[in-house]
C-alpha cells in the first residue's frame, strides 16, 4: 500500500479512540457499562448492533462460503431474509424476554428456573463464547498481514516476532481500551459512528467493481466452468456441493432465526440496550435490511475475486497473485517449523511448474499415507459389517473432480494440492509435526485478500483497510464487553453470593475484559486452524446452542419446562459439541 492508503487506514483508528474517550463520560453506573442504560434508540441499535455482528472474521466466513459455492449457495441463504424480518415483526422472543426485565440472559435463566441452572449455563456459555472469539484476532490480523503485504516476521531485540501477533496485540489494546473505559455506551458509540462512515466506503467500492467488471463477459463464464452438480449458478444443480449447500443453509436458518433465537450472546449489550421492547424490535428490523446489504456487498466481492483468480481477462495477474499466495502460506505454516527444505522446493515448483525429484518422493510419501488410511478405514467398516469384504473403498473428492466432463480452473486448485500434499510427505519422512490442512485452510482463507491486494488501486486500497479495521475493532469490542459481562454477572457474582458494590462490580468487569483479550491473545498465536471458519463457530457453538434453545424458547413460551429438562438439554447438547471438537482434532492428525 502506498502512504495515502496508510493514513486512510490509519484513521479509523484515531477516530475510535477519540469518540470512545469523549463518551465514556456518560458512564454513571453498572445499568450504564452493562447496558448502555437502556436508552438506546432504534436507529442507533440498527447501525451498531449491525456493525457489531458483522466483524472481518464474518467477512472471511462469507467470502470462503461464496468462493467455495458461489451464487447458488446464496440464493437459498436468502430464504432466511423474509423469515428473519417476519419473525422479527411479530417481537418473536424480543418482547417477552423484555417484559421480564432481565439485564441478561443468565438473569432470565434463574427466574425461570435457579440459581444452579444460571450458574452451570453461564460456565457453559462463557466457555463457548470465549473460545469461539479466540480465533477473532488471528483471522482478523492474518487478513490484514496478506492484504497490506506485510512481512510474516519482524526482528525486535533479536527476537523473531510473528507480524500477525504484533498486529493482534495493536488491535486488541484498542479494543481493551474502548470496551473497559465505558462498557456498552462508548462500544454503541464508536460502532456507530464506525457504521454511519462505512456506508460512504460501500458506495465507492460497489462502484468500483460495478466498472471494472464485466457481468456477461468476466463474472459468468468462470461461474459456469463447473462439474455437474456444483453450479455456482443454478440453484438446482449443488446436489454434489460438499461443504456450503442446502443441509448447511437449512440447518443454520432452523437454527438462527427459531430454535436458538436469542440464545448466542456474542452481542448480549444489544439485546437489552433499547429504552423499550419496542425500539429493540424496530432497531432489529431495520439492522435487518442493514444486514442484508452488507451481505450482498460481500458477495460481489467474492464472486468478483473468483472471476479475478479463475478468469481469462486477468490470467497474467492472477498466476502473479497465486504464485505470491503459495509463497506466503507455505511461509506462514512453516514458521516456527525446520520445513526449509519442502519450502523450497515448492516455491522452485510455483516458480518453474516443475516438480523436483525430492518434491515427487513427498508427495509419493502423501500418497502413500492416504492410501493406507483409506485401507485401514476400509477394513474398519467390513468389521464392523457396514459393507461388504468385497467392497472397494470410496473415491475421494479430488479424484472424483478430476474425472469431471468439465475441468475446473487448474491452476489454483493444483498448486494448494502440491503444497498440501508436499507438506504431509516432508512430515512422513522427517517425522515432524507438520498440519497440511493448515497450509488448505490459510490458502483459502487468503485468496481473496490477495486478490483484493492486486485489483484494487490507491486510494481505494486504503479505504477498503479502513472497512477492515472498522470491522475488526467492533467485534472486538463487543465480544470482549459481552463474555467479560456474562463470566461477571451469571459466574462470580451467582457464586459470590452477595453484591459488589458498584465501583468492584466495575472493576471486576474491566478485569474480566482484559482477561479475555490476554485469552484470545495467547489462543490465537498458537492453535492452527483447520477448517472453515463456519464450521469452528459451529462446533465450539455447539457447546452451549447445543441445548440453549430449548431453555430459552421453551422457558419463555412453556409453562411446563422444568428445571430438570432444562439441565438434561444442556448437559446433552455441550457433550454434543465437544464430542465434535475432539473428533475433529482426531480426524486431522490422521489425514
Not at 475441468?407 to 519422512?429: F, H, N, R, W
Not at 457464586?495 to 462490580?505: A, E, I, N, S, Y
Request: aromatic letters at 14%; hydrophobic letters at 50%.
Amino acid at each position: 500500500m502506498g502512504w495515502i492508503d496508510w493514513l486512510i487506514a490509519l484513521f479509523p483508528l484515531v477516530l475510535v479512540a477519540f469518540v470512545g474517550w469523549r463518551a465514556q463520560r456518560y458512564v454513571k453506573g453498572v445499568s450504564d457499562f452493562l447496558s448502555a442504560g437502556r436508552v438506546a434508540g432504534r436507529y442507533v441499535v440498527a447501525v451498531a448492533g449491525g456493525e457489531a455482528g458483522m466483524g472481518l472474521i464474518s467477512v472471511i466466513a462469507i467470502f470462503e462460503a461464496y468462493y467455495n459455492s458461489g451464487l447458488a449457495y446464496s440464493f437459498w441463504n436468502a430464504i432466511a431474509a423474509p423469515l428473519g424480518m417476519l419473525l422479527m415483526l411479530t417481537g418473536y422472543c424480543i418482547y417477552r424476554y423484555r417484559e421480564t426485565r432481565a439485564m441478561t440472559m443468565g438473569q432470565f435463566l434463574e427466574m425461570r428456573y435457579n440459581r444452579k441452572f444460571r450458574i452451570f449455563a453461564g460456565f457453559l456459555q462463557a466457555i463457548s463464547g470465549v473460545v469461539n472469539y479466540a480465533i477473532f484476532p488471528a483471522v482478523g490480523a492474518r487478513f490484514l498481514v496478506y492484504f497490506c503485504d506485510l512481512p510474516l516476521v519482524v526482528s525486535l531485540g533479536g527476537w523473531e516476532i510473528p507480524t500477525f501477533m504484533l498486529v493482534m496485540a495493536v488491535f486488541l489494546s484498542v479494543a481493551v481500551f474502548v470496551a473497559s473505559i465505558g462498557g456498552q455506551i462508548t462500544i454503541m458509540a464508536t460502532d456507530c459512528v464506525q457504521g454511519i462512515m462505512s456506508y460512504m466506503i460501500y458506495v465507492i467500492l460497489i462502484a468500483f467493481l460495478l466498472i471494472k467488471f464485466s457481468w456477461f463477459n468476466d463474472i459468468v463464464p468462470p461461474l459456469l466452468n463447473r462439474p455437474e452438480g456444483k453450479s455456482f449458478l443454478n440453484p438446482f444443480d449443488i446436489h454434489k456441493l460438499r461443504d456450503f449447500n442446502i443441509f448447511f443453509v437449512s440447518v443454520g436458518i432452523f437454527s438462527m432465526y427459531i430454535f436458538n433465537r436469542m440464545a448466542w450472546s456474542g452481542t448480549q449489550g444489544y439485546n437489552s440496550a433499547a429504552r423499550n421492547a419496542h425500539e429493540q424490535k424496530m432497531g432489529g428490523v431495520l439492522g435487518g435490511w442493514r444486514t442484508g446489504l452488507t451481505y450482498l456487498i460481500y458477495a460481489l466481492v467474492a464472486v468478483c475475486a473468483y472471476a479475478y483468480l479463475n478468469g481469462d481477462r486477468f490470467a497474467k495477474e492472477a498466476v502473479q497473485c497465486r504464485n505470491d499466495l503459495a509463497v506466503k502460506a507455505m511461509a506462514d505454516v512453516g514458521r516456527g517449523v525446520d520445513t526449509g527444505a519442502v519450502r523450497e522446493e515448492f516455491n522452485a515448483y510455483v516458480a518453474t511448474g516443475e516438480k523436483s525429484p525430492e518434491l515427487e518422493r513427498y508427495i509419493a510419501l502423501a500418497d502413500q499415507r492416504k492410501a493406507e488410511r483409506e485401507a485401514e478405514i476400509h477394513a474398519s467398516k467390513v468389521r464392523w459389517g457396514l459393507i461388504k469384504e468385497e467392497a472397494t473403498p470410496v473415491a475421494t473428492e479430488r479424484s472424483e473432480a478430476g474425472t469431471s466432463n468439465i475441468q475446473p480452473k487448474p491452476d489454483l486448485e493444483e498448486v494448494v494440492a502440491v503444497g498440501s500434499q508436499a507438506l504431509q510427505g516432508y512430515g512422513e519422512a522427517t517425522g515432524q509435526n507438520v498440519s497440511s490442512q493448515t497450509f488448505t485452510t490459510i490458502f483459502g482463507q487468503m485468496r481473496i485478500p490477495m486478490a483484493l491486494k492486486s485489483l484494487l488501486p490507491i486510494g481505494i486500497t486504503g479505504l477498503f483497510c479502513a472497512l477492515c479495521v472498522f470491522l475488526l475493532i467492533s467485534t472486538d469490542t463487543t465480544y470482549l464487553h459481552s463474555w467479560a459481562g456474562i463470566i461477571v454477572q451469571d459466574v462470580i457474582l451467582p457464586l459470590r453470593g452477595k453484591p459488589f458494590t458498584p465501583r468492584q462490580h466495575m472493576k471486576m468487569l474491566r478485569v474480566l475484559i482484559v482477561l479475555v483479550a490476554l485469552f484470545a491473545f495467547i489462543f490465537s498465536s498458537f492453535f492452527a486452524q483447520v477448517d472453515f471458519i463456519m464450521m469452528f463457530f459451529a462446533v465450539t457453538g455447539m457447546i452451549w446452542l447445543g441445548g440453549a434453545g430449548s431453555c430459552i424458547v421453551g422457558g419463555l413460551y412453556w409453562k411446563r419446562g422444568t428445571t430438570a429438562g432444562a439441565f438434561t438439554a444442556l448437559v446433552i447438547g455441550s457433550t454434543l459439541g465437544v464430542a465434535g471438537i475432539i473428533l475433529q482434532k482426531i480426524w486431522e492428525a490422521g489425514l
